[in-house]
Protein backbone atom coordinates (compact mmCIF):
# COMPACT_ATOMS: atom_id res chain seq x y z
CA UNK A 1 0.00 0.00 0.00
CA UNK A 2 2.71 2.18 0.89
CA UNK A 3 4.46 1.96 -2.73
CA UNK A 4 1.04 2.19 -4.32
CA UNK A 5 0.15 5.44 -2.63
CA UNK A 6 4.21 6.34 -3.33
CA UNK A 7 4.65 5.41 -6.90
CA UNK A 8 1.36 5.34 -8.52
CA UNK A 9 -0.49 7.90 -6.66
CA UNK A 10 2.90 9.93 -6.28
CA UNK A 11 1.93 11.21 -2.80
CA UNK A 12 4.83 11.90 -0.31
CA UNK A 13 3.35 13.22 2.45
CA UNK A 14 1.17 16.71 3.12
CA UNK A 15 3.18 19.31 2.56
CA UNK A 16 5.38 17.91 0.34
CA UNK A 17 5.85 18.82 -3.56
CA UNK A 18 2.69 17.30 -5.27
CA UNK A 19 3.34 14.98 -8.51
CA UNK A 20 1.40 13.69 -11.18
CA UNK A 21 0.90 10.55 -10.57
CA UNK A 22 -1.66 7.78 -12.39
CA UNK A 23 -4.88 9.72 -12.00
CA UNK A 24 -3.18 13.00 -11.04
CA UNK A 25 -2.39 15.09 -8.79
CA UNK A 26 -3.13 13.64 -5.13
CA UNK A 27 -4.04 16.18 -2.83
CA UNK A 28 -5.49 13.46 0.12
CA UNK A 29 -6.46 9.57 0.16
CA UNK A 30 -7.95 7.71 2.52
CA UNK A 31 -8.27 3.86 2.74
CA UNK A 32 -9.12 0.89 4.73
CA UNK A 33 -8.07 -2.30 4.42
CA UNK A 34 -10.77 -5.21 5.01
CA UNK A 35 -11.38 -8.99 3.82
CA UNK A 36 -13.92 -10.05 2.06
CA UNK A 37 -15.67 -13.71 1.79
CA UNK A 38 -12.51 -15.85 1.27
CA UNK A 39 -10.51 -13.41 3.99
CA UNK A 40 -8.18 -12.00 0.82
CA UNK A 41 -7.41 -8.10 2.07
CA UNK A 42 -7.67 -5.54 -0.14
CA UNK A 43 -8.47 -1.55 0.17
CA UNK A 44 -11.04 0.47 -0.46
CA UNK A 45 -10.06 3.86 -1.13
CA UNK A 46 -11.30 7.50 -1.67
CA UNK A 47 -8.61 10.05 -3.51
CA UNK A 48 -9.32 14.13 -3.96
CA UNK A 49 -7.36 15.52 -7.22
CA UNK A 50 -5.28 18.73 -6.70
CA UNK A 51 -7.14 21.68 -7.73
CA UNK A 52 -10.57 19.56 -7.88
CA UNK A 53 -14.05 20.53 -7.81
CA UNK A 54 -16.76 19.03 -5.68
CA UNK A 55 -19.24 17.13 -7.09
CA UNK A 56 -21.89 19.84 -7.60
CA UNK A 57 -19.71 22.26 -9.38
CA UNK A 58 -18.98 19.65 -11.98
CA UNK A 59 -22.22 19.14 -12.53
CA UNK A 60 -23.00 22.99 -12.90
CA UNK A 61 -20.09 23.22 -15.04
CA UNK A 62 -21.23 20.32 -17.08
CA UNK A 63 -24.09 21.64 -17.65
CA UNK A 64 -23.73 25.14 -19.02
CA UNK A 65 -23.18 25.20 -22.41
CA UNK A 66 -20.70 28.02 -22.53
CA UNK A 67 -18.14 25.62 -20.69
CA UNK A 68 -18.17 22.90 -23.52
CA UNK A 69 -14.65 23.15 -23.31
CA UNK A 70 -14.48 21.94 -19.48
CA UNK A 71 -17.05 18.86 -20.31
CA UNK A 72 -14.75 17.58 -23.26
CA UNK A 73 -11.74 17.79 -21.41
CA UNK A 74 -13.47 15.86 -18.53
CA UNK A 75 -14.70 13.32 -20.93
CA UNK A 76 -11.61 13.08 -22.39
CA UNK A 77 -9.85 12.98 -19.01
CA UNK A 78 -12.25 10.29 -17.66
CA UNK A 79 -11.76 8.36 -20.76
CA UNK A 80 -7.92 8.51 -20.61
CA UNK A 81 -8.01 7.39 -16.59
CA UNK A 82 -10.60 5.07 -16.32
CA UNK A 83 -10.48 1.97 -18.96
CA UNK A 84 -13.85 0.32 -19.52
CA UNK A 85 -13.24 -2.64 -21.62
CA UNK A 86 -10.19 -5.03 -22.19
CA UNK A 87 -7.75 -3.04 -24.99
CA UNK A 88 -7.55 -5.02 -27.62
CA UNK A 89 -4.49 -7.12 -28.95
CA UNK A 90 -4.08 -8.61 -32.45
CA UNK A 91 -2.39 -11.78 -31.73
CA UNK A 92 -5.31 -13.03 -30.05
CA UNK A 93 -5.09 -16.55 -31.15
CA UNK A 94 -0.95 -16.94 -30.65
CA UNK A 95 -2.36 -16.29 -26.65
CA UNK A 96 -4.04 -19.67 -26.33
CA UNK A 97 -0.23 -21.58 -26.38
CA UNK A 98 1.82 -18.71 -24.82
CA UNK A 99 2.84 -19.34 -21.30
CA UNK A 100 4.07 -16.30 -20.92
CA UNK A 101 -0.10 -14.42 -20.96
CA UNK A 102 0.07 -15.31 -17.40
CA UNK A 103 -0.51 -12.42 -14.98
CA UNK A 104 1.99 -14.10 -12.82
CA UNK A 105 4.98 -13.95 -15.95
CA UNK A 106 5.62 -10.65 -16.25
CA UNK A 107 8.38 -9.10 -13.46
CA UNK A 108 9.48 -5.74 -13.86
CA UNK A 109 8.79 -2.46 -16.40
CA UNK A 110 8.22 -3.72 -19.36
CA UNK A 111 9.30 -0.80 -22.28
CA UNK A 112 8.81 -2.65 -25.34
CA UNK A 113 4.88 -1.06 -26.28
CA UNK A 114 3.94 -4.35 -28.22
CA UNK A 115 4.97 -6.76 -24.93
CA UNK A 116 2.73 -3.71 -22.92
CA UNK A 117 0.24 -3.66 -25.17
CA UNK A 118 0.09 -7.69 -24.80
CA UNK A 119 0.50 -7.66 -21.03
CA UNK A 120 -2.46 -5.13 -19.95
CA UNK A 121 -4.67 -7.45 -22.63
CA UNK A 122 -4.04 -10.15 -20.26
CA UNK A 123 -4.07 -8.83 -17.15
CA UNK A 124 -7.43 -7.24 -17.84
CA UNK A 125 -8.94 -10.09 -19.39
CA UNK A 126 -7.72 -12.11 -16.58
CA UNK A 127 -8.53 -10.34 -13.94
CA UNK A 128 -11.11 -7.40 -14.83
CA UNK A 129 -13.48 -10.17 -16.38
CA UNK A 130 -16.35 -10.15 -14.18
CA UNK A 131 -18.17 -13.90 -14.17
CA UNK A 132 -21.17 -14.12 -12.28
CA UNK A 133 -21.83 -16.34 -9.10
CA UNK A 134 -24.10 -17.37 -6.33
CA UNK A 135 -22.86 -14.38 -4.67
CA UNK A 136 -24.29 -11.63 -7.45
CA UNK A 137 -27.62 -12.88 -6.80
CA UNK A 138 -26.87 -13.04 -2.72
CA UNK A 139 -29.67 -10.69 -2.12
CA UNK A 140 -32.39 -11.31 -4.54
CA UNK A 141 -35.84 -12.51 -3.40
CA UNK A 142 -36.53 -14.71 -6.30
CA UNK A 143 -39.18 -13.65 -8.95
CA UNK A 144 -40.71 -11.51 -10.15
CA UNK A 145 -37.85 -9.86 -8.38
CA UNK A 146 -35.63 -9.00 -11.76
CA UNK A 147 -32.68 -10.28 -11.43
CA UNK A 148 -29.71 -8.47 -11.20
CA UNK A 149 -26.26 -8.60 -10.41
CA UNK A 150 -25.62 -7.24 -7.29
CA UNK A 151 -22.41 -5.52 -8.47
CA UNK A 152 -24.54 -4.24 -11.15
CA UNK A 153 -22.40 -5.50 -14.32
CA UNK A 154 -24.21 -6.75 -17.22
CA UNK A 155 -23.68 -7.73 -21.04
CA UNK A 156 -26.55 -5.01 -21.80
CA UNK A 157 -24.90 -2.23 -19.78
CA UNK A 158 -23.19 -0.72 -23.33
CA UNK A 159 -22.43 2.95 -23.93
CA UNK A 160 -21.17 3.54 -27.36
CA UNK A 161 -19.91 7.09 -25.98
CA UNK A 162 -18.83 9.18 -22.77
CA UNK A 163 -22.72 11.24 -22.28
CA UNK A 164 -23.49 14.30 -19.79
CA UNK A 165 -27.50 13.63 -18.53
CA UNK A 166 -28.46 17.34 -19.85
CA UNK A 167 -30.92 17.73 -16.67
CA UNK A 168 -28.79 16.19 -13.71
CA UNK A 169 -25.74 16.76 -15.15
CA UNK A 170 -24.58 12.63 -14.81
CA UNK A 171 -21.64 11.00 -16.41
CA UNK A 172 -22.42 8.14 -18.23
CA UNK A 173 -18.74 6.84 -19.43
CA UNK A 174 -18.47 5.43 -22.77
CA UNK A 175 -18.44 1.60 -22.04
CA UNK A 176 -18.17 -1.25 -24.82
CA UNK A 177 -18.14 -4.52 -22.68
CA UNK A 178 -20.65 -4.62 -19.54
CA UNK A 179 -18.88 -7.56 -17.85
CA UNK A 180 -15.78 -5.40 -17.11
CA UNK A 181 -14.76 -3.39 -13.93
CA UNK A 182 -13.31 -0.70 -14.61
CA UNK A 183 -9.53 -0.18 -14.27
CA UNK A 184 -7.13 2.36 -14.77
CA UNK A 185 -4.39 0.73 -16.98
CA UNK A 186 -1.25 1.90 -15.56
CA UNK A 187 -2.16 0.89 -12.25
CA UNK A 188 -3.40 -2.46 -13.11
CA UNK A 189 -0.24 -3.29 -14.86
CA UNK A 190 1.75 -2.22 -11.62
CA UNK A 191 -0.33 -3.99 -8.55
CA UNK A 192 -1.53 -7.10 -11.20
CA UNK A 193 -4.76 -7.70 -9.40
CA UNK A 194 -8.02 -7.28 -9.59
CA UNK A 195 -9.25 -3.60 -9.04
CA UNK A 196 -12.41 -1.20 -9.68
CA UNK A 197 -12.48 2.26 -10.08
CA UNK A 198 -15.41 5.11 -9.97
CA UNK A 199 -15.07 8.65 -10.66
CA UNK A 200 -17.77 10.82 -8.04
CA UNK A 201 -18.45 13.32 -9.88
CA UNK A 202 -22.28 14.17 -9.83
CA UNK A 203 -24.11 14.52 -6.61
CA UNK A 204 -26.28 10.83 -7.57
CA UNK A 205 -22.75 9.50 -7.73
CA UNK A 206 -21.21 11.32 -4.35
CA UNK A 207 -24.93 10.15 -2.94
CA UNK A 208 -25.26 6.72 -3.63
CA UNK A 209 -21.37 6.40 -2.70
CA UNK A 210 -22.08 8.03 1.06
CA UNK A 211 -25.49 5.51 1.15
CA UNK A 212 -22.97 2.22 0.09
CA UNK A 213 -20.51 3.53 2.65
CA UNK A 214 -23.00 4.09 5.38
CA UNK A 215 -24.64 0.94 5.09
CA UNK A 216 -21.99 -1.36 4.87
CA UNK A 217 -19.92 0.40 7.93
CA UNK A 218 -23.65 0.02 9.96
CA UNK A 219 -23.96 -3.52 8.75
CA UNK A 220 -20.38 -4.85 9.24
CA UNK A 221 -19.35 -6.59 12.70
CA UNK A 222 -17.70 -4.76 15.04
CA UNK A 223 -13.87 -4.10 13.77
CA UNK A 224 -11.13 -5.82 15.35
CA UNK A 225 -9.56 -2.98 16.48
CA UNK A 226 -12.29 -1.66 18.25
CA UNK A 227 -13.52 -5.06 19.64
CA UNK A 228 -9.97 -5.69 21.26
CA UNK A 229 -10.22 -1.46 22.56
CA UNK A 230 -13.83 -2.13 23.86
CA UNK A 231 -12.70 -5.51 25.43
CA UNK A 232 -9.28 -3.81 26.97
CA UNK A 233 -11.40 -1.57 28.65
CA UNK A 234 -13.78 -3.67 29.80
CA UNK A 235 -11.14 -5.74 31.48
CA UNK A 236 -9.36 -3.29 33.27
CA UNK A 237 -12.45 -1.55 34.49
CA UNK A 238 -13.83 -4.62 36.03
CA UNK A 239 -10.24 -6.34 37.39
CA UNK A 240 -9.83 -3.15 39.48
CA UNK A 241 -10.13 -4.26 43.25
CA UNK A 242 -12.25 -2.53 45.26
CA UNK A 243 -12.04 -3.96 48.58
CA UNK A 244 -16.09 -2.59 49.00
CA UNK A 245 -17.59 -4.20 46.44
CA UNK A 246 -19.94 -6.75 47.74
CA UNK A 247 -20.82 -10.20 46.65
CA UNK A 248 -23.33 -8.75 44.23
CA UNK A 249 -20.83 -6.32 42.31
CA UNK A 250 -18.48 -9.04 41.72
CA UNK A 251 -20.65 -11.50 40.08
CA UNK A 252 -22.07 -8.19 37.86
CA UNK A 253 -18.39 -7.84 36.96
CA UNK A 254 -17.55 -11.06 36.54
CA UNK A 255 -20.62 -11.63 33.62
CA UNK A 256 -19.62 -8.43 32.19
CA UNK A 257 -16.04 -9.97 31.75
CA UNK A 258 -17.60 -13.09 30.37
CA UNK A 259 -19.51 -10.99 28.09
CA UNK A 260 -16.72 -9.14 26.85
CA UNK A 261 -14.89 -12.38 25.95
CA UNK A 262 -17.71 -14.26 24.35
CA UNK A 263 -17.80 -10.84 22.11
CA UNK A 264 -14.40 -11.34 20.72
CA UNK A 265 -14.63 -14.90 20.26
CA UNK A 266 -17.46 -14.67 17.98
CA UNK A 267 -15.23 -12.57 15.60
CA UNK A 268 -15.03 -14.06 12.54
CA UNK A 269 -11.09 -13.06 10.94
CA UNK A 270 -9.59 -14.48 8.17
CA UNK A 271 -6.10 -15.65 8.47
CA UNK A 272 -4.59 -12.98 6.50
CA UNK A 273 -6.39 -10.60 8.80
CA UNK A 274 -4.91 -12.61 11.67
CA UNK A 275 -1.59 -12.00 10.26
CA UNK A 276 -1.79 -8.24 8.87
CA UNK A 277 -2.67 -7.83 12.89
CA UNK A 278 0.57 -9.96 14.21
CA UNK A 279 2.89 -8.41 12.01
CA UNK A 280 1.65 -5.15 12.50
CA UNK A 281 0.51 -3.87 9.45
CA UNK A 282 -1.68 -1.00 9.21
CA UNK A 283 -5.28 -1.43 8.63
CA UNK A 284 -6.23 1.98 7.28
CA UNK A 285 -4.22 4.55 5.40
CA UNK A 286 -4.84 8.71 5.27
CA UNK A 287 -3.33 11.76 4.32
CA UNK A 288 -4.95 13.35 7.21
CA UNK A 289 -6.12 12.89 10.40
CA UNK A 290 -9.83 12.32 10.80
CA UNK A 291 -11.88 12.90 14.57
CA UNK A 292 -14.52 10.28 15.09
CA UNK A 293 -18.11 11.71 14.68
CA UNK A 294 -20.67 9.57 16.46
ZN1 LIG B 1 -22.36 -10.64 -11.39
Known amino acids: MKAFIKCLLRFEGKGSDLHEGALGTVSAYYGCVEAQGRGTLHCHMMIWLEGGLNPNEIRDRVLQTEEQSFKERLLRYLEDTISTCIPEYLDEESLESDQHSHPCSTRGVNFNNAMRNKDVHCLAKKCQTHRHSNTCWKYWR ?30 TLKCLDGLVNHFNATILEAVRCNMDIKFIGSGPAAKAILYYITDYITKSQLKTHVALAAMETAINKLEEYDPHDD ?10 QKCAHSMISHQELSAQQVCSYLMDFEDHFTSDEYRGLY
Open 247 to 256: DCTLRAKKLL
Open 142 to 171: GPPEPKECRFDLDEKNVHPISTVDPVSGEI
